[in-house]
């Protein structure tokens, strides 16, 4: 079923959902389980899994010079999802990024998912090789994430790259993209951010994921902003759980999110590693009553592999 589906069925409920990444290369399909066993008591009726381009690394040879590789340390996005719907019989969201794909590459691995019949995909552009600085597309694949959900709206239309494909079949994805209640970090201004966002809802896209935040005004602020422009399609809010004290610097670092001031200082009151995750906590907790009783159309929680703090969050909130 599509994601878009199941918040119409949930008829102004609040459903919950969770985003997994795949293992590291070499783990196998146990550590995915692990994080969802315990969390499916909560009925997720989707849950996403994470897809992650390939990194250059720098490997010391003998001779002592360094040797550039290529690796993708954790691959697997499909055969994750497959085995996901085929365990739990809940439907997978594979994420689907611009890097590392050319067009080809994009039209091939639609295919698979809908032969899969895997009908939900996140469309995003992807962030930057760590050595790259920024973000490269690969020769012959898209810039954004904009030209990506084109490229999925037009294979809903039975429109191939290959124009020699007559009466192609057309797929039914449903597209979810990403949304910056605080601003992509890339974008000279929020306008211009939320002017492509818009783009990207008229280009296909039926739904938005927001990037974790701390301050739930924020993404009221940002859903106000996207009815103001005529970007009408549900709004989930993402929700990750501040639990070290070292994240107080490396959440805004990474993400290009603020931390509230009242978090910061129950934080920096805390004083031990299990007090800090207590705040940390607490504090979601808190977030997630309030969107709830907002009735944001789901909770979509980023569970890092710790599902007892999910488990934990989610418990005081269903
Ligand atoms: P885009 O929509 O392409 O936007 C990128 C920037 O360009 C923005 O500043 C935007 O304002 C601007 N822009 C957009 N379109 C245009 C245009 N046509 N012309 C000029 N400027 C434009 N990354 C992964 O690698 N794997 C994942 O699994 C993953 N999952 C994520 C899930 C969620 C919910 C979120 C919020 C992010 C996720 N990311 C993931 C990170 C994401 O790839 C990065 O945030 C990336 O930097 C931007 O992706 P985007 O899809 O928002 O890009």
Redesign the pocket.
């Known amino acids: 079923m599509k994601v878009t589906d199941y918040f119409e069925k949930a008829d102004g409920r609040t459903l919950v959902s969770f985003?997994v990444l795949p293992p590291l290369k070499g783990g196998g399909m146990d550590s995915i389980f692990k994080t969802l066993d315990p969390l499916m008591e909560f009925k997720p009726p989707f849950i996403?899994v994470?897809?992650?381009?390939e990194e250059f690394i720098y490997n010391k040879r003998p001779s002592g010079y360094y040797e550039k590789t290529s690796i993708r340390k954790r691959p697997g996005t499909v055969g994750i999802c497959a085995s996901i719907t085929h365990r739990y019989g809940v439907d997978a969201v594979p994420?689907l990024?611009?890097?590392g794909f050319t067009k080809d590459d994009t039209e091939n691995a639609l295919i698979d998912l809908a032969f899969l019949n895997i009908h939900n995909v996140?469309?995003?552009?992807?962030?930057a090789r760590k050595f790259d600085g920024k973000?490269v597309p690969e020769k012959g694949g898209h810039?954004?994430?904009?030209?990506l959900v084109q490229q999925i709206s037009d294979m809903n239309q039975g429109k191939y790259l290959d124009s020699n494909i007559e009466n192609g079949n057309k797929t039914e994805f449903c597209i979810g993209?990403?949304?910056?209640p605080e601003k992509?970090?890339?974008?000279p201004n929020f306008e211009?951010?939320l002017l492509?966002?818009k783009?990207?809802v008229e280009a296909g896209a039926n739904y938005i994921?927001?990037?974790m935040f701390f301050n739930n005004q924020a993404y009221f602020d940002y859903v106000d902003k996207c009815r103001a422009i005529g970007i009408n399609v549900p709004i989930v809010p993402?929700l990750k759980p501040l639990t070290k004290l070292y994240q107080l610097k490396s959440l805004p670092r990474m993400f290009f999110v603020n931390m509230p001031e009242e978090l910061v200082k129950e934080i920096q009151k805390a004083k031990t590693d299990e007090a800090v995750k207590e705040v940390g906590i607490e504090w979601c907790i808190r977030q997630s009553k309030e969107l709830k009783e907002k009735g944001v159309p789901c909770l979509h929680y980023y569970t890092m592999g710790d599902s007892k703090t999910i488990h934990r969050i989610v418990s005081a909130i269903y």
């Open positions: 985003e996403d994470t897809y992650h381009r994420h990024i611009c890097g996140l469309a995003l552009r992807g962030d973000f810039e954004y994430a904009l030209d993209i990403a949304g910056y992509h970090f890339e974008s211009m951010d492509w966002t783009k990207k994921v927001t990037q993402g």
